[in-house]
């Protein structure tokens, strides 16, 4: 087996990858792979349950009601500087996707490669460092601290990698100004509109000059218009800094910043030409059996009365 590089190391990857039909397209390097990934709750909850229940008197608790896998053997990738968009309904899977690949959730089972290198096999700390350097996070709600102004929320990712105050700040300020928010820069997230607060997110993911954006509903927020100048200056900025864009969305207008959608439901991905050749198949789930129709019990058919009799010695 070769030898992997470093999690943050060489950006010379060798990894690469195409769609199946690579006769058509051209192949590209694979900056993230997720492998044959499952994500089973009904396993971590069972876990959590059994570490609880180490005293031979404690009680047996009732078994929860079984979920569907909420990843069930998906693959997926994307190249260096690939926009891709997620979409599916509610409960599809494709939050979960994202915190998978972007290492904050670990999977039941499978494997994140990022440039070659298995996520899952790191330590803590260098996880905690690649999300910190390597990835870019934009969130619904911007996820900002409140406390702190928006050049400072910007900085906090470079001063937590051990940039001077100083530095941070002055690098915050440029994205900020970038973002059109020059004159906000000591305004808290209070003091700031939907909008405003996104576009601070979108600056503090692109300060740590990051290889993947991850954004889970960045526009669920706002309104059609605001949404859109968002989507711009996103994908913009990620264009500019040669950033790949994984974009969870339920919004159909949304996708067309994109280069590439990927639809999924029930924890699988439904289109073939996004799973690559040679890959393991999500596990079909057995089809429902129709229950049996219950037949509706026949009464007799009561008198119809045209006309009610009227009470004799009723008074007139």
Known sequence: MRQLPHILGSMNATQTYAPVNSSAQPRVQAVLQGINLVMDYNATSASQQTSRNTSANSPMPPMPM????????VNFQIGEGERVAIMGPSGSGKSTLLHVLAGITKPTAGQVLFRGTDVDHISDAERTKLRRQAFGFVFQSGQLLPELPAIENVA?????????????????????????LRNLLRNRPGQMSGGQMQRVAIARALCVNPAIIFADEPTG???????????????????????????????????QYCDRVVNMRDGMILDAANRPANYPQAVQQPPMQPQPVMQQPQYPQTQQYSQYPTQQGAAR
């Open 66 to 73: 079984m979920q569907p896998l909420a990843l069930n053997h």
């Open 156 to 180: 906090l990712p470079l001063m937590l990698g051990g940039m001077p105050y100083a530095q941070a700040t002055d690098q915050a300020a440029v994205w900020l100004e970038r973002m059109g």
């Open 221 to 255: 927020a706002l309104d059609q218009n605001t949404g859109h100048e968002v989507m711009n200056l996103l994908m913009q900025a990620a264009n500019a800094n040669h950033s790949a864009v994984v974009l969870v969305t339920h919004d159909p207008n949304i996708t």
